[in-house]
């Protein structure tokens, strides 16, 4: 299996990888062999068949069948190889196999969730067993994403109101790249992630412990935890920078003045109206693009996240 990073990709670390980088080199390599066989073709003839003059008018050859033969046969010989390689590897890739974990992916402005068979819940890192397959059942909430993993060679589409599926089965552990491939708006670009392959001991631990459960913590820290887990960060700084939304930095306590004129007071109950209906009053100067958590961040999660916004005083 080929697992060495080139000029064009990062090291392969899927049981499809090493095919799909066959058929790239194939295709690539090919390209550049006919590339080069034209223009070196095309300079030649113009240079050796140039104007030169009465005297040197070239025969008036109309066609050759022999030729015209042999370069329509070899190209078609080539696309078929193409085609039954191509489909072969993307039957591979499109038919999950009967045992895999089935994973529920979200995608939505401006992060992606993940939903385990167990109940856990993960924000913008996806945690697998190496050497299983693994099933993503995909959809999104707004608009169209693309979940996309260069290290394992896949890209799929992530549509509102319907769903996607897609599979892989990592070869070994680490932690890769998971980028959205689609422009989604503003915060595309910080639509990142990680897909952290870990063995298969290390997997059931970590869904016994429950991720965002908030077990052991005070509300603060589970809040803090949150905050970074949810992915609030991507709009929301806590050091006073305004980003996408309003910083969480010193925001408990003040007026805010409104997009629709008028003021507000933010205390406990604009802050849980905030995360549950965004749009209800929006601050003047930012744009209405936060999405509703509603059944998405539970009511203790919900409390944890206004703790901490409390305690970052200013
Ligand atoms: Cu989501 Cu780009």
Known sequence: MDTTGTLFMPPGQSTLSGEVDSLFYFI????????????AGTIIFVYRYRRRGKAGLTSGVSHNTTLEVTWTVIPLILVLIIFVWGFKTYMRMNVVPKDAIEIKVTGQKW???FDYPEGATTVN????PVDKPIKLLMSSKDVIHSFFVPA?????????NRYTITWFEAIGAGNYDLLCAEYCGKGHSEMLGKVKVVSDREYAEWLEKGPGTGEGLNPVDFGAQLYKSKAC????????TPNIGPS????YGHKASLEKGGETAVDENYLRESILDPQAKIVAGYQPVMPTYQGVLKDKQIDA????IKSLKE
Do not use: N, Q
């Not at 690539?28 to 223009?39: C, E, T």
């Not at 969480?248 to 925001?251: L, P, Q, S």
């Not at 996240?305 to 901490?308: D, E, H, P």
């Open 111 to 113: 992060f992606w969730s």
């Open 125 to 128: 890192e996806l945690v697998v």
């Open 28 to 39: 690539f390599y090919m390209s550049v062999f006919f590339f080069v066989l034209i223009v």
């Open 152 to 160: 394992f060679r896949m890209k799929m589409d992530v549509l509102p």
């Open 248 to 251: 969480f930095k010193g925001v």
């Open 305 to 308: 996240l206004i703790a901490y």
């Open 233 to 240: 960060f991507t709009c929301h700084s806590v050091d006073g």
